[in-house]
């Protein structure tokens, strides 16, 4: 089901509705049967894959909890072989197939791959990466495991964030959905205010936006390098809105029932930094590595060259989740290496951005946009030779193909993010608003329906990470 549809509008109410007047003991029921049925409004039957990763992470936590030495290790491995063998089955079989077949071929072997015609499933990664997250914990002793396998399912399942997160760690979501939530003005106030944000963004944003990028990078040699150049800098904010605009709506829509879920955006495009732009981008996802593989593989406390190459591993890795293709894994690469850059240049002259004046930091922010505009181009081509294509474009005479009607549409809802973005800067939508006179904040209300209503994109696009 898409936050963007009129069946979602419908199925929200109705959810809210019901669970405040339903008794405490049974809102988890409600709010299971609401995921399952949000979830295969998609693809009905991919619903068991998800009660495969609940049942397998609901006992082995059980079992790492009730037992000592190396059989806890057991359970652990056990819990995230299983995780990581279904994202290895449905997402990178085939490409495991075809990079092994290429392999053979440099040495002069033969090897037929076997290649699935399965669609992923929508969204699991985040739910294998958060199932993970719980076990890992329950194995350091950090969270106690659960036994109330209802409760449990809905963590995994909890239908607002459970396509394109965050990433919800076990001690915030687990213990949220668990406490005995009134209808609170406050909550349905900001919660309305991120649902409307979050569409705005989205569909006013992303989806006026991404109709020009798609014509470009779908045929580069057609345009001339203004026009491809403007794409590259319009997809950067094409997925920021797409995402952001998802993460705002699962917020909004988590706080209508009294659940708070963790930001996972904070104006990345207005960091001075790469270090400082994953700060800020897709938190859940940067603290889940964080905590997952690079403090346990040293983190910064050992030498400069481990350091560096935990630093690689750690972005490599990210770009392998992101999709099965080397492309991301060079989107990954290209990170971690600008990242390295910034601190090796930093240990060399003492200079840190965030000690920066001013006009140093408007330039240090530009050069941060420009730098991660041009890594996402490896993320958004479809292949190495599309990615080429749109370099070589870049560098090339060629009359403007696009008329300035077809323009102004997207640059002036990039205009339009990016002046949210400065009023925003470090201050969630709502709270925002909070300080606002009651005629300003009326005004914006006014304003954002205004665009959603008259302005919003002709065609309805899917949201860009549930391919992830």
């Known amino acids: 089901m898409l936050f963007n549809s009129l069946h979602f509008l419908l199925f929200l109410p109705v959810v809210v509705g019901l669970y405040y007047l339903m008794p405490q003991r049974f809102r988890w029921m ?31 936590a059980i079992a790492i909890e009730n037992t000592q030495g190396k059989k806890r290790k057991i359970y652990l491995v056990l819990s995230l072989l299983s995780n990581i063998g279904l994202l290895a089955f449905f997402k990178y079989f085939n490409f495991l197939n075809d990079n092994l077949s290429s392999v053979f071929d440099v040495f002069g072997g033969h090897f037929n ?8 499933p929508i969204g699991l990664s985040f739910h294998t990466f958060q199932s993970m997250s719980y076990t890992i914990e329950v194995y350091r002793g950090r969270q106690k495991a659960e036994r109330h396998l209802g409760y449990f399912s809905n963590y995994v399942l909890f239908f607002p964030q459970m396509v394109a997160g965050p990433i919800e760690r076990y001690d915030g979501l687990g213990h949220e959905l668990k406490e005995k939530h009134r209808p609170l003005y406050e909550n349905f106030s900001d919660g309305f205010r991120l649902i409307l944000f979050g569409l705005f963004v989205k569909m006013t944003v992303a989806d006026n936006i991404a109709p020009y990028v798609n ?81 346990p593989l040293g983190g910064n406390r050992v030498r400069l060259p481990r350091w560096s190459f935990n630093i690689m591993v750690v972005f490599m890795v990210s770009g392998l989740w992101h999709g099965a293709s080397w492309t991301f894994v060079v989107w990954g ?7 390295l850059t910034e601190r090796y240049f930093s240990r060399l002259t003492g200079f840190k951005a965030a000690n920066a004046s001013a006009p140093l930091k408007f330039i240090l922010i530009v050069k941060t946009f420009v730098v991660c505009s041009f890594i996402w181009i490896f993320f958004r081509a479809e292949s190495f030779d599309n990615a080429k294509q749109i370099f070589s474009a870049l560098f090339r005479d060629q009359n403007l193909v696009i008329s300035a009607d077809q323009l102004w549409i997207p640059i002036f809802f990039t205009g339009l993010m990016i002046f949210f973005d400065v009023l925003l800067y470090n201050k969630r939508f709502d709270r925002r608003l909070d300080t606002m006179a009651t005629p300003i904040r009326w ?26």
């Open 30 to 60: 409600l709010i299971f049967v609401a995921s399952c049925y949000f979830y295969m409004a998609f693809v009905p039957q991919y619903i068991l894959i998800l009660f495969f990763i609940i049942i397998i992470d609901y006992f082995s």
């Open 113 to 120: 791959p076997v290649n699935l015609d399965i669609i992923l």
């Open 215 to 295: 014509q470009v990078y779908n045929n580069p040699g057609l345009f001339s390098s203004m026009e491809v150049l403007m794409a590259v800098f319009l997809f950067s904010f094409q997925i920021y809105a797409d995402f952001y605009g998802y993460s705002t709506i699962a917020l909004g829509s988590a706080r209508l029932l009294g659940v708070r879920i963790m930001d996972n955006f904070k104006t990345p495009y207005l960091s001075s930094s790469v270090s400082e732009f994953w700060n800020r981008w897709h938190i859940s996802l940067s603290t889940w590595f964080r905590d997952y593989l690079y403090i």
């Open 333 to 339: 690469a290209l990170h971690g290496l600008m990242l």
């Open 443 to 468: 005004g914006f209300y006014t304003v954002i329906l205004f665009c959603l209503l008259a302005l919003s994109g002709t065609q309805k696009f899917a949201f860009i990470y549930f391919q992830f």
